[in-house]
């Protein structure tokens, strides 16, 4: 017997497990020996937290990130071939989605390892809820350009797209690069155009607001080193 992939969601920050994660989630994550991670001293955390604490010697934890090599992800593959069962944790939010995890998955389904999708927070999807934009047609476009003139040019095609289509232009950043992120939108984009601006999700100091890019001008928040999703 094959084991089976979970695909295990993590909180978007420092609130409480069990506010955002559900039961259901929490009960396969606390059946488990064998996880894939992101980050080692992240994972142990969230793991304690979730219901593991005093286990967590007990466990074996595998990293998986942009420096995971397919030679390593056949060896996770093959604790699954040999009937064990195992956990995929990203930082914040779903794995595989704008996370680690999507080759493993692939590898997974090639091989006829039952992958089993659990509940929980979805920072894109939450902001797209929240922001008043299309639900029905919408792209998520991952990371812009770092460099700040691709950047802005990238910004430009967005915007242009989502008047041409009315399709929701979903991005986001890394927390440190945020500012000079917002600083390019604010530059390049049409003073009517609407922007949603989705910071902290389900943390106690969430911000959520959707405004034109001429009131985002007049009163710029600082969005520093803090989790965000752009929509345009």
């Not at 999807?125 to 003139?149: D, N, R």
């Not at 950043?173 to 989705?198: F, H, K, Q, W």
Request: hydrophobic content about 40%; glycine content about 8%; charged content about 20%.
């Amino acid at each position: 017997m094959k084991g089976t992939l979970y695909l295990i969601p993590s909180p978007l920050g420092d609130s409480g497990v069990e506010a955002v994660i559900p039961a259901e989630t929490l009960s396969v994550l606390n059946s488990l020996s064998y996880f894939v991670v992101e980050e080692l001293r992240s994972a142990r955390r969230y793991l304690s937290a979730a219901g593991l604490r005093g286990k967590i010697d007990s466990l074996e934890l595998y990293l998986l990130n942009e420096h995971t090599s397919d030679k390593e992800i056949e060896l996770y593959i093959k604790l699954l071939l040999d009937g064990n069962s195992v956990g995929v944790v990203s930082e914040a939010g779903l794995p595989a989605v704008a996370d680690p995890g999507g080759n493993l998955v692939a590898r997974a389904h090639r091989e006829g390892i039952v992958v089993r999708p659990l509940t929980g927070p979805s920072s894109l999807m939450l902001a797209l809820m929240a922001s008043g934009k299309s639900g029905q047609g919408f792209t998520f476009c991952g990371y812009l350009p770092v460099k700040s003139e691709q950047r802005r040019a990238r910004i430009k095609e967005l915007e242009r797209c989502a008047a041409k289509t009315g399709y929701s232009q979903i991005f986001i950043e890394t927390p440190y690069r945020n500012d000079s992120l917002m600083s390019d939108i604010l530059m390049v984009c049409s003073p009517g155009t609407y922007l949603t601006v989705a910071l902290n999700i389900t943390l106690p100091d969430e911000f959520i607001k959707t405004l034109t890019i001429e009131d985002w001008r007049k009163n710029t928040p600082s969005l520093n080193k803090k989790p965000c999703v752009f929509i345009l």
